[in-house]
């Protein structure tokens, strides 16, 4: 069974730090890239960052850039995002998915309906 799950989320103060972890079962995460999306309630669900299958080469949304970090481990089928200086805006729930390994080279890791599996979500809530 392919499955994506989703851990890390909590309650942060703002400039808190948190690591979100997505971990895979039922399929080997290094063949595919892998995104992290997000969902605020009442907006659409926006691409924060991609990482590549081959190169681990690495993209992110302009609204994160210097702050957030995307990192892989083949050995633990594991993705994770290092989210530091955190703000009320990043408060979200947090899905990662997987998708094909051209995504970042194609200009596509941005596009929802391009990743092919998705975890159930991890809610990250940035507030005093």
């Known amino acids: 069974q392919v499955q994506l799950v989703e851990s890390g989320g909590d309650l942060v103060q703002p400039g808190g730090s948190l690591r979100l972890s997505c971990a895979a079962s039922g399929f080997t995460l290094d063949y595919y890239a892998i995104g992290w999306f997000r969902q605020a309630p009442g907006k659409e669900r926006e691409g924060v960052s991609c990482i590549s299958s081959s190169d681990d080469r690495t993209a992110y949304a302009d609204s994160v850039k210097g702050r957030f970090t995307i990192s892989r481990d083949n050995a633990k089928n594991t993705v994770y995002l290092q989210m530091n200086s955190l703000k009320p805006e990043d408060t979200a729930v947090y899905f990662c998915?997987?998708?094909?390994?051209?995504?970042?080279?194609?200009?596509?890791?941005?596009?929802?309906?391009?990743?092919?599996?998705w975890g159930q979500g991890t809610q990250v809530t940035v507030s005093s």
């Open positions: 998915a997987a998708g094909p390994p051209s995504l970042i080279a194609t200009a596509r890791w941005e596009i929802a309906k391009r990743y092919n599996y």
